[in-house]
């Protein structure tokens, strides 16, 4: 029984489909009586048309932020056809958010990991059959260039890894939370007090849970001026 709140996302292929929502209908269905009893509140909806030449779902990128900034759950229609993305992989791995899927109710996070991890395979797979073609042709007496310092170099581990990852989820949640600042800034709130009720009151968790105090608020605006770009 679903609880929570949620954001749906809803993919169609063309722009015909997304006009005459030849599938949409279908996808908003199957949210709709997945979410049907319980405890549960549906914040937003968002259509991604999304072409075969085209890699970028700012739609995708905007129902992330809003589950982000409200704690929210993202509800997808179906995984199937979406988990065979990498670039949709990637944004939901990197994303923080709890997802559900319709199509796939048992799918987690950890299902997420695991189709992550067999693309990561299929890449080593590839490496490995490249390196043997190299290897195969070295022993012909091919001659091979290379330079080292042009490979990959392994990221430091330990606690530096760990403060820039802080850094980078504080800076992401900043960018999302600027949008909201801007608005109830155009409603009159011209205080850090003002901002942080605002916030409170639209049901926007701080950064620890709980109210948000105008000390909060200032380091979320400090962080938005000098490191993101909303």
Not at 11 to 29: K, Y
Not at 68 to 89: G, H, S
Not at 90 to 110: C, E, K, T
């Amino acid at each position: 029984m679903a609880t929570g709140r949620f954001v749906a996302y809803y993919r169609v292929s063309t722009a015909r489909q997304g006009r005459s929502g030849l599938g949409l209908e279908a996808q908003r269905d199957a949210v709709g009586n997945y979410l049907n009893g319980g405890d549960w509140k549906l914040i937003a909806e968002f259509t991604e048309v999304e072409s075969g030449k085209r890699d970028d779902r700012p739609e995708l990128a905007r129902a992330l932020a809003l589950c982000r900034v409200r704690n929210a759950t993202l509800v997808i229609a179906k995984l199937d056809r979406l988990a065979r993305n990498v670039e949709f992989i990637a944004r939901l791995m990197n994303s923080g958010v709890d997802f559900v899927a319709v199509d796939m109710p048992q799918a987690n996070r950890l299902t997420v990991h695991i189709l992550a991890a067999i693309a990561e395979h299929e890449r080593e797979m590839i490496s490995a059959r490249t390196k043997a073609a190299l290897a195969r042709a070295k022993a012909r007496g091919v001659t091979l260039g290379g330079d080292r310092g042009n490979l990959p170099r392994i990221a430091k581990r330990g606690a530096k890894a760990s403060a820039e990852a802080r850094s980078e989820a504080a800076a992401k949640r900043a960018g999302d939370l600027a949008e909201v600042i801007a608005d109830l800034r155009k409603q009159g709130a011209t205080s850090l007090r003002q901002l942080a009720a605002g916030l409170t009151e639209r049901e926007i968790p701080a950064p620890r849970g709980g109210p948000w105090s105008a000390m909060q608020v200032s380091r979320v605006i400090r962080l938005v001026e000098t490191n993101v770009t909303p």
